[in-house]
């Protein structure tokens, strides 16, 4: 499930900004259709703009109220007339999320019954990206189990020794069971001071796993990060079309 809203804060109507021609939100609905462990996409927006861009590719969307404070609302309003076991919160403005991350998610859920809800990581060495609040972070057990994720750079390296870290990627897995109660638990301090709204499952007392995976994504939350993955996406496609 992608939720996508029209409005956003810092880069309005992004979905809908085109690439060679193609939506954004287009580039997210095809990487999702790839994943060998889904068997349905559907885009949960709160605009007709966007549900007649979906329809117009082919795409599957469905409307949803406009209230919605976050993405997890947003389709867990859809959730409740599915009958599927998991839902994967796969991001509108992810265009370059590899679909193995999909099923990577989808597989953690699968391997343990426990596990209510997973999300993935990727390591990285990037001193500025460290630094980006923009580039969550995350921080998880020897176990693969979420301590904390966080907009400033985590773990603070005292001693000035280590240079990776693991950087969060958009995407999520629930137990449907699970992401109906998700939206009803009490909104987090932690959840409201990072704007992050995976903290209210953790401050909760509700535990997250974490895969690792090798395939990076950007999220497009401004104009330059839209720029940035234009760059990859087209350089990509004439890769793609000059080795055909």
């Known amino acids: 499930m992608i939720p996508a809203r029209l409005e956003s804060t810092r880069f ?9 021609g193609k939506p954004l939100i287009q580039f997210v609905y095809e990487n999702a259709k790839k994943a060998k462990r889904v068997d349905h996409v559907i885009v949960a927006c709160d ?17 949803t109220g406009t209230h919605h404070t976050s993405g997890t609302e947003r389709i867990a309003e859809v ?21 193995e991350v999909i099923d990577q998610v989808i597989s953690a859920l699968e391997r343990d019954g426990s596990c209510v809800m997973s999300t993935a990581c990727i390591k990285k060495d990037d001193p500025g990206e460290f630094l980006n609040p923009n580039v969550v ?31 969060h990627l958009g995407i999520y897995g629930y137990r449907r069971s699970f992401l109906l109660q998700l939206p009803n638990l009490p909104s987090s301090s932690l959840e409201q001071c990072e704007k992050l709204e995976q903290l209210r499952a953790l401050e909760n007392g509700y535990r997250i796993k974490v895969v ?10 401004t104009e330059m990060d839209f720029k940035l993955v234009k760059e990859r996406l087209s350089s990509h496609r004439a890769g793609v079309s000059h080795h055909a």
């Open 12 to 20: 309005p109507r992004k979905l809908l900004q085109t690439i060679e």
């Open 47 to 63: 605009h007709e703009a966007i549900q007649n861009c979906v329809n117009s590719f082919g795409g599957e969307a469905v409307l």
């Open 79 to 99: 959730a409740k007339n599915l009958t599927c076991e998991f839902v994967v919160n796969l991001q509108g403005d992810e265009p370059l999320m590899h679909f």
């Open 137 to 167: 972070k995350v921080t998880k057990d020897k176990s693969g189990w979420a301590l904390y994720f966080s907009r400033s750079p985590i773990p603070y390296d005292r001693d000035k020794r280590a240079h990776s870290y693991f950087k």
């Open 212 to 221: 690792e995976t090798v395939h990076d994504s950007i999220g497009v939350d």
